[in-house]
């Protein structure tokens, strides 16, 4: 289970979000804004007791709309699968759903790649790190060259394989390395 300082340490404040949600509210993708309700119900009746049937509403409302849309669209990121979250389930699933949900979102660790790309080829080689795309790039480079010919090779400040061997001003080889954030689903607007 996801506590609320895990789920909610960097939120806004309830007031700051509430605000938030009203200004942008027709701006966000459709999962950004059932989540982020979601976690403004639950944080916003974490003092209301059990018998105060309207703030246990407005949570279990909140999540089963955030789970309902999860299970149709494969977009959740926690362990707890939205098909275990169901009108039956108890509030503490619910409020626990809905926290594993937002820190995913609100991770700030977006998994990325390194992409190689050489010239005007279209597409680009993924790699795991710099140092595996920077290798294959030197070793696709020499393949490409003639070997009696050795190329003298350094990485620029841009991410470029330059050849020093070549002549002119400019010795780029046309072979790039560049880290790019991988796209998630939740990442994508959704038009319902």
């Given at each position: 289970m996801t506590d609320l300082v895990t789920a909610y340490g960097t939120a806004p404040g309830l007031y700051d979000e509430e605000q938030e949600?009203?200004?942008?509210?027709?701006?966000?993708?459709?999962?950004?804004?059932?989540?982020?309700?979601?976690?403004?119900?639950?944080?916003?009746?974490?003092?209301?007791?059990?018998?105060?049937?309207?703030?246990?509403?407005?949570?279990?409302?909140?999540?089963?709309?955030?789970?309902?849309?999860?299970?149709?669209?494969?977009?959740?990121?926690?362990?707890?699968?939205?098909?275990?979250?169901?009108?039956?389930?108890?509030?503490a699933a619910l409020r626990s759903y809905v926290r594993q949900e937002y820190a995913a979102w609100s991770s700030p660790a977006a998994p990325s790649v390194w992409l190689v790309t050489r010239a005007e080829d279209p597409g680009a080689i993924p790699c795991e790190d710099e140092a595996t795309g920077r290798a294959y790039a030197e070793t696709r480079y020499r393949e490409d060259?003639?070997?009696?010919?050795?190329?003298?090779?350094?990485w620029d400040d841009d991410g470029e394989l330059v050849d020093e061997t070549l002549p002119g001003s400019y010795q780029g080889t046309g072979w790039t390395v560049a880290e790019t954030s991988v796209i998630r689903p939740t990442d994508l607007p959704n038009a319902e």
């Open positions: 949600l009203v200004r942008t509210m027709a701006q966000l993708p459709l999962r950004e804004r059932l989540l982020r309700r979601a976690a403004l119900a639950d944080r916003g009746t974490l003092d209301a007791p059990e018998a105060d049937g309207k703030a246990q509403q407005s949570i279990r409302s909140a999540a089963l709309k955030l789970a309902a849309h999860d299970q149709a669209h494969g977009t959740a990121a926690g362990p707890v699968a939205p098909t275990t979250i169901g009108t039956d389930s108890p509030a060259e003639d070997p009696a010919d050795p190329a003298v090779l350094r």
